[in-house]
């Protein structure tokens, strides 16, 4: 896995390719010092993961996400946004913008490395101590409602994507069911065609805002 580091502070640098680069399956291939010289390297390296402050100079994370992210990006790279910063409009913007992480600068090597490892993946890593009262958040804010899908969600789907919104892995939510992991992938993959989005994340969001989760 190529990871691609972008941070205005070298400590935080230098510390997050100590941390990926003692795992022998991760290569950090550039670490850059503001949001610019990121989508720079991005669009020229194509790092399986670029890993972003989101408070750099030149472009934020926020921004730089979007560039290589967004949902008008036609090959979109994978983002882990980073920051100090306990912020739900931070979380907000950045998972809308296409990330498919959102970490705090506190998070601990694990999570650091998992949420790399669920990126590559296609899966969706946030900071849990931020996730559910994110998610929650959206069934109060009218304006980002949830729309129903043009062809309904089965019973099946519905009950995989109420799983996905309350946290659960692809493994919990087969065995909560008693099926297959194969068959939770079909019904999300399902689930997320009819809704047009793209990653659990968007999945979760989407339940939260329907109400088809219980706050």
């Keep these: 896995m190529r990871v691609l580091i972008a941070d205005d502070q070298e400590l935080m640098r230098v510390g997050f390719r100590m941390i990926l680069e003692a795992q022998p399956d991760i290569t950090v291939v550039a670490d850059v010092a503001d949001g610019r010289a990121a989508v720079e390297a991005a669009r020229r390296l194509r790092p399986d993961v670029c890993l972003l402050d989101i408070r750099m100079p030149g472009l934020d994370g926020l921004q730089v996400t979007r560039l290589l992210a967004g949902p008008d990006v036609a090959d979109p790279i994978a983002v882990v946004v980073i920051t100090m910063f306990d912020d739900d409009e931070y979380v907000d913007v950045a998972l809308q913008s296409g990330a498919s992480g959102f970490l705090l600068k506190d998070c601990g090597p694990a999570l650091l490395v998992e949420a790399v490892r669920a990126a590559v993946r296609g899966d969706v890593l946030v900071a849990p101590q931020v996730t559910v009262r994110l998610l929650r958040s959206f069934r109060h804010r009218p304006q980002i409602r949830a729309t129903a899908p043009v062809e309904a969600l089965t ?39 009819k809704l047009g989005v793209r990653n659990r994340v968007e999945v979760a969001s989407w339940a939260w805002r329907a109400g088809l989760v219980d706050a």
Excluded: P
């Design 155 to 193: 019973d099946r789907e519905n009950d995989v994507v109420r799983a996905v919104a309350r946290g659960l892995t692809n493994q919990e939510i087969a065995d909560e069911l008693f099926v297959a992991v194969s068959t939770v992938k079909t019904h999300l993959a399902a689930a997320q065609a």
